[in-house]
């Protein structure tokens, strides 16, 4: 596994400094983010996570190194139709980060994920932003739907890495076993969005 492929942290042998932490990352308060900041420049993963900040265009928080405007002022200015805005569909990550935990819970990395999803155009770095949602974070619906579409197909099996699934279901990461029965798209089925 290329720790430098990811940054999400059952990815990589040891957690990024804002899993431990991530509120920090979204404070704005200036001592805050300068600390965030800071810590950033630790991290192994950093120019990875940048780069996925800005294909994602993230609003908010310390990514890569760099704050929200910092971020901002580097993406170009583009004015999307009216149209395109209109129809541009989001809804709640809350299902998609489930599905996506589930699957590591029965050892699929993002890698095999990235695999298995050829046909459906979801690459290793989409899926790992996906799962990178946060807690009330949005997600396109094309997002969501072809992660639902990947996850149909793989719920029933087995992934590849062993370790992976530990580390996940260490972590409180319900299977898909675990989910049956359950709403996995309701945010009020259990406090905590992965579990
Ligand atoms: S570079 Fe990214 S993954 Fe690393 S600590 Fe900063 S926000 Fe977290």
């Not at 940054?7 to 991530?22: A, G, H």
């Not at 002022?73 to 009216?82: G, I, K, N, R």
């Amino acid at each position: 596994m290329n720790p430098f492929f990811t940054t999400d942290p059952i990815e990589v042998d040891r957690p990024t400094p804002c899993y431990w932490d991530p509120a920090l990352w979204f404070s704005e308060a200036v001592d805050n983010v300068a600390e965030a900041k800071r810590l950033c420049g630790t991290c192994p993963v950093k120019a990875r996570c940048l780069a996925d900040a800005l294909a994602q265009q993230e609003k908010h928080g310390v990514w890569g190194g760099l704050s929200a405007s910092e971020r901002a002022d580097l993406l170009p200015v583009v004015e999307e139709p009216v149209e395109t805005k209109c129809r541009a569909g989001f809804t709640s990550g809350v299902g998609t980060l489930r599905r996506l935990r589930a699957l590591a819970a029965n050892g699929w990395t993002l890698i095999a994920l990235a695999h298995e999803a050829r046909d459906l155009g979801l690459t290793e770095s989409a899926l790992a932003g996906l799962r990178r949602t946060r807690s009330g974070g949005l997600v396109t619906t094309v997002n969501a739907d072809l992660v639902a579409t990947l996850y149909a197909r793989l719920q029933g099996i087995d992934g590849p890495n062993d370790e992976t699934a530990k580390r996940a279901r260490n972590r409180g990461w319900r299977t898909p076993a675990q989910w049956i029965g359950r709403d996995i798209d309701d945010p009020n089925t259990n406090h905590q969005i992965g579990a």
